[in-house]
């Protein structure tokens, strides 16, 4: 059974840092990575999805990463913004189109 | 450009009562899924939809039923509410089989009393 877990659990960094957020997931045989982000009281919008095939992807001061091999995802946030605060969750994407999500990172941004 | 739509918004229900929560979306997705999210557990699909007429079992599916007869409607069904379906509901909607263009709805906040 696929299982994703994200560290940290919360997170908070001064206005202008560059950041990296770690997913971690244990079985390799998936078709995509996909990071969210979720607004308080709000739905998922997706960020990047990074296809089984590819190391990166980039949008704007984002930069997401994926290595099969070890199992690991990393979302890099440049020069971060207030507006960048928000929870960001991590998905792998394994078959008959079900997505199993990360429990979250909790980002604050302090201006 | 609504994207997906989920109504009601919010909800209180008594135990043993039953409810339906509405999944619109207007983008022609063939793929359509209803997930919980619970505080320690993160979002857990319940079913899921590949097309018009059909319907699947997810990850936790035990409480809830679910129809798609219509292409742009995903309707979840409580027929009997327990205090453990207290939860948020998300509607999501995709138009490829490896997530391209997954949109999540706004959600639904059910309180089960």
């Known amino acids: 059974k696929q299982e994703v877990t994200q560290i940290p659990a919360a997170l908070s960094v001064p206005e202008g840092e560059n950041l990296v957020l770690n997913c971690s997931f244990t079985d390799s045989a998936i078709y995509n990575l996909q990071w969210f982000r979720q607004d308080p009281g709000k739905g998922l919008t997706s960020l990047l999805l990074i296809q089984s095939s590819q190391r990166e992807q980039t949008s704007g001061r984002l930069n997401a990463s994926l290595d099969k091999s070890s199992g690991r995802s990393t979302l890099y946030i440049a020069a971060s913004q207030p507006g960048d605060s928000a929870t960001y969750l991590c998905?792998?994407?394994?078959?008959?189109?079900?997505?199993?999500f990360g429990q979250g990172t909790r980002l604050t941004i302090n201006p | 450009n609504a994207g997906v739509t989920q109504t009601p918004k919010f909800r209180v229900l008594k135990t043993g009562q039953s409810m339906t929560l509405l999944c619109a979306q207007d983008m022609n997705h063939e793929y359509m899924y209803w997930y919980r999210q619970d505080p320690g557990m993160g979002l857990r699909l319940i079913h899921y939809s590949v097309g018009e007429g059909t319907t699947a079992k997810g990850e936790v599916p035990d409480g809830y039923n679910v129809s798609r007869l219509k292409k742009q409607n995903f309707l979840l069904g409580l027929e009997s509410a327990a205090p453990s379906q207290t939860s948020v509901y998300f509607c999501?909607?995709?138009?490829?089989?490896?997530?391209?263009?997954?949109?999540f709805g706004s959600g639904t906040r059910l309180t089960v009393v």
């Open positions: 998905a792998a994407i394994q078959g008959a189109q079900k997505l199993v």
């Open positions: 999501a909607s995709s138009y490829s089989i490896s997530g391209y263009g997954y949109t």
